[in-house]
């Protein structure tokens, strides 16, 4: 072969290997797949009473999701009112994930990373009702780069004030 021969024989098997190479990369990154979660929660709450958070809630909590199994929790709520804040009457309030987000831990120790931001609506004489939304913002392990989100609703007994438990369902789509 020439010198003139072999470019287009190099350019051309580049172009191959290139291609084959995107190839491979879109077909590793996968398609979302539903997502669907069940956890129990305690929460303590501190009160500041001064923005940017009115309160704080530690978050511990474990549960079953598809493509998670058995899993732990925990996250931090950056709390506050939903309107005038009247300390004798049922509030409503919002809460946005703190620092961090939220960590599920799957048994094998992967992790995945959310955000979430949501209402607590007020049901007097029971608990009150959960309802928001949640983002995957990566992970650890077979989490690695995860992407996705969706709804979550559920309720919270507030009765004890600076105690809450509930439970929550979470519902959406998850790409790892």
């Known amino acids: 072969m020439t010198k003139t021969t072999k470019r287009p024989l190099r350019a051309a098997l580049l172009g191959l290997a290139l291609s084959a190479l995107a190839c491979g990369a879109a077909l590793a990154q996968s398609k979302p797949v539903p997502f669907k979660a069940t956890l129990k929660f305690s929460e303590s709450v501190g009160f500041t009473g001064a923005p940017p958070c009115f309160a704080i809630g530690l978050l511990e909590s474990s549960g079953q999701a598809t493509e998670l199994g058995r899993f732990t929790m925990k996250s931090q709520d950056c709390i506050n009112p939903a309107g005038a804040f009247d300390p004798n009457a049922p509030s409503a309030y919002h809460f946005t994930s703190g620092a961090g987000g939220a960590v599920f831990t799957a048994a094998n120790g992967d992790q995945l990373f959310a955000s979430y931001s949501g209402s607590m609506t007020p049901q007097p004489g029971r608990p009150h009702t959960l309802t928001g939304n949640f983002i995957f ?24 004030v600076v105690i809450g438990t509930g439970q929550i369902e979470l519902l959406g789509t998850l790409s790892k």
């Open 137 to 160: 913002t990566g992970g650890t392990g077979r989490f690695a780069g995860a992407v996705g989100g969706g709804v979550m609703w559920g309720t919270d007994d507030i009765s004890q």
